[in-house]
């Protein structure tokens, strides 16, 4: 029985996960004049939306969508003004959806992807991220 209601209310956050990235637009990048501009929050949890099994350790590693969506997403990451959003985007992400965050830490390096940004909760999202850096 505890089983099942588990899985009923880890459905229902991704469903209501799902509903609130779908209100806010799909898109990954927001376009100004026809060309990228930047990725935006929901469009990045949307794009990690495949990676919501391992990061709450529902499974026991990530999927190949899960890492081609990293790899995506870190490719689109290109400035620090956009790794900072992203920054300030995933840290109340990680609370609401719960994940665990040695498996965020872990999901870059067990997808072949060096971010060039630690994964870190306590991270301060307001500091610079230089682009020469890298962390795995």
Same mark, same amino acid.
């Given at each position: 029985? $505890?089983?099942?209601?588990?899985?009923?209310?880890?459905?229902?956050?991704?469903?209501?996960?799902?509903?609130?990235?779908?209100?806010?637009?799909?898109?990954?990048? &927001?376009?100004?004049?026809?060309?990228?501009?930047?990725? &935006?929050?929901?469009?990045?949890?949307?794009?990690?939306?495949?990676? @919501?099994?391992? @990061?709450?350790?529902?499974?026991?590693?990530?999927? &190949?969508?899960?890492?081609?969506?990293? $790899? @995506?997403?870190?490719?689109?990451?290109?400035?620090?003004?956009?790794?900072?959003?992203?920054? $300030?985007?995933?840290?109340?992400?990680?609370?609401?959806?719960?994940? !665990?965050?040695?498996?965020?830490?872990?999901?870059?390096?067990?997808?072949?992807?060096?971010?060039?940004?630690?994964? !870190?909760?306590?991270?301060?999202?307001?500091?610079?991220?230089?682009?020469?850096? $890298?962390?795995?």
């Amino acid at each position: 029985m $505890k089983t099942s209601v588990n899985s009923r209310l880890n459905g229902t956050a991704t469903v209501a996960f799902m509903l609130a990235l779908m209100m806010m637009g799909s898109s990954t990048s &927001t376009l100004v004049n026809g060309q990228a501009a930047g990725v &935006t929050c929901p469009g990045a949890l949307l794009q990690l939306l495949p990676c @919501l099994p391992f @990061l709450t350790k529902q499974a026991p590693s990530p999927s &190949t969508q899960c890492c081609s969506n990293v $790899k @995506l997403l870190n490719d689109e990451a290109n400035t620090a003004a956009i790794r900072q959003q992203l920054c $300030k985007c995933f840290k109340p992400a990680i609370i609401t959806y719960r994940v !665990d965050p040695p498996v965020a830490k872990a999901l870059p390096s067990l997808c072949g992807v060096n971010v060039p940004v630690p994964i !870190d909760p306590n991270i301060d999202c307001n500091k610079d991220f230089n682009l020469g850096l $890298k962390y795995g």
